[in-house]
């Protein structure tokens, strides 16, 4: 009884020690966006245009949605670029995936429009 007791500890034991894949996928994210707070050059918007591009378009997380607030940021960064159409797109998008985030999205928008 007192073996069985122990191979079922060690057996638990290993198991909950398995890694779990994330929630989301951020890509180089953490990088890109130091980089562009940093500089704020083209190289580096560049840079995090397609980071925000790859994080979108490749999700490998569990849950294999794109992270909260990515859209909101990428959407925020395309209307600085001025390509507002797309800016907009990316912001009700953000508001789709993430309904709580409606409030602050609409502000967002009401401030552009003025």
């Known amino acids: 009884m007192?073996?069985?007791?122990?191979?079922?500890?060690?057996?638990?034991?290993?198991?909950?020690?398995t890694t779990q894949k994330p929630l989301?996928?951020?890509?180089?994210?953490e990088i890109t966006s130091y980089n562009y707070l940093k500089k704020t050059d083209e190289k580096s918007i560049q840079q995090l245009i397609e980071n925000y591009q790859e994080i979108i378009e490749k999700q490998k997380g569990t849950r294999d949605v794109i992270p909260p607030g990515v859209c909101a940021d990428y959407g925020f960064l395309l209307l600085?670029?001025?390509?507002?159409?797309?800016?907009?797109?990316?912001?009700?998008?953000?508001?789709?995936?993430?309904?709580?985030?409606?409030i602050f999205i609409n502000r967002i928008l009401k401030i552009i429009e003025e």
């Open 24 to 29: 989301y996928t951020w890509g180089k994210y």
């Open 2 to 17: 007192k073996k069985i007791l122990v191979i079922s500890f060690l057996f638990f034991m290993l198991a909950s020690c």
């Open 80 to 102: 600085q670029k001025g390509k507002t159409k797309e800016g907009k797109e990316m912001l009700m998008k953000e508001i789709v995936l993430y309904p709580e985030s409606k």
